[in-house]
């Protein structure tokens, strides 16, 4: 079975830019989540999506960071206009989500390979 | 703010010894760990998950979790170099959120 897919692998621009990221998540999976890790913060949780709806946005740390998921099969991180502190490893992982009468249980995460972005 | 906290390391154990990583979370409605591990410029590969009070185990690794003293543990039996890494302790909160510790970086010497 293909994991989670994601492109570009690496990426370098320059401030001011706008920067993509796409993520393909592994096929039946319901729920998207995006990360970012950095060597002083670890590996945050950006956004994730349930049913390619955003749950939770909490993480995103300010309106130049966007999320999109149109399908079940794609989801886009925007960064515009890009600043050289977004430098870090971007990481997109699936998991399934299922509902129970009590609270809904999931499947543990998989992380795709990760975009590495440098911002100069 | 739900913590979850690692000693950042590096632990370093020699070849065929028990290595042993720790993790305290601060969310006591916590409800599942995880345990990932990240070689160097890769991306984290789960291990082990945890659900219930007690240990967990799977060929070499066994995970603990007491979730009175709300902590959680892996260790690794017969260490051995390829399991040099970086070890995420993962926890999935109340809110249903997964909140990752900074890793520990072990180091298995040969």
């Known amino acids: 079975d293909a994991g989670v897919i994601q492109s570009p692998r690496h990426e370098v621009t320059e401030m001011g830019q706008e920067v993509t990221l796409r993520c393909k998540p592994i096929?039946?999976?319901?729920?998207l989540f995006w990360y970012r890790q950095t060597m002083m913060r670890g590996l945050e949780l950006l956004i994730y999506?349930?049913?390619?709806?955003?749950?939770?946005d909490s993480g995103m740390p300010e309106d130049r960071f966007s999320a999109k998921m149109p399908n079940a099969s794609f989801s886009t991180l925007k960064i515009q206009p890009s600043e050289p502190r977004d430098s870090a490893v971007y990481f997109c992982?699936?998991?399934?989500?299922?509902?129970?009468?009590?609270?809904?249980?999931?499947?543990?995460?998989?992380f795709g390979d990760g975009t590495r972005l440098s911002i100069l | 703010q739900k913590e979850v906290e690692q000693n950042s390391g590096p632990l370093s154990v020699p070849e065929g010894a028990i290595a042993s990583l720790n993790c305290t979370y601060s969310?006591?409605?916590?409800?599942?760990f995880f345990w990932y591990r990240q070689y160097s410029g890769k991306s984290p590969e789960l291990i082990m998950f945890?659900?219930?009070?007690g240990d967990k185990e799977d060929g070499r690794f066994t995970a603990q979790l007491n979730k009175a003293s709300q902590y959680v543990s892996l260790l690794i039996r017969d260490s051995q170099p390829s399991d040099s890494a970086t070890y995420l302790c993962?926890?999935?909160?109340?809110?249903?959120?997964?909140?990752f510790g900074k890793g520990t970086l072990l180091t298995v010497n040969p």
């Open positions: 096929s039946g999976h319901n729920s």
């Open positions: 993962a926890v999935k909160g109340s809110n249903y959120k997964l909140t």
């Open positions: 969310d006591r409605g916590s409800q599942s």
């Open positions: 999506f349930n049913n390619n709806v955003p749950i939770d």
């Open positions: 945890i659900y219930s009070n």
């Open positions: 992982a699936s998991s399934l989500l299922f509902s129970t009468i009590g609270p809904p249980l999931d499947q543990p995460q998989h």
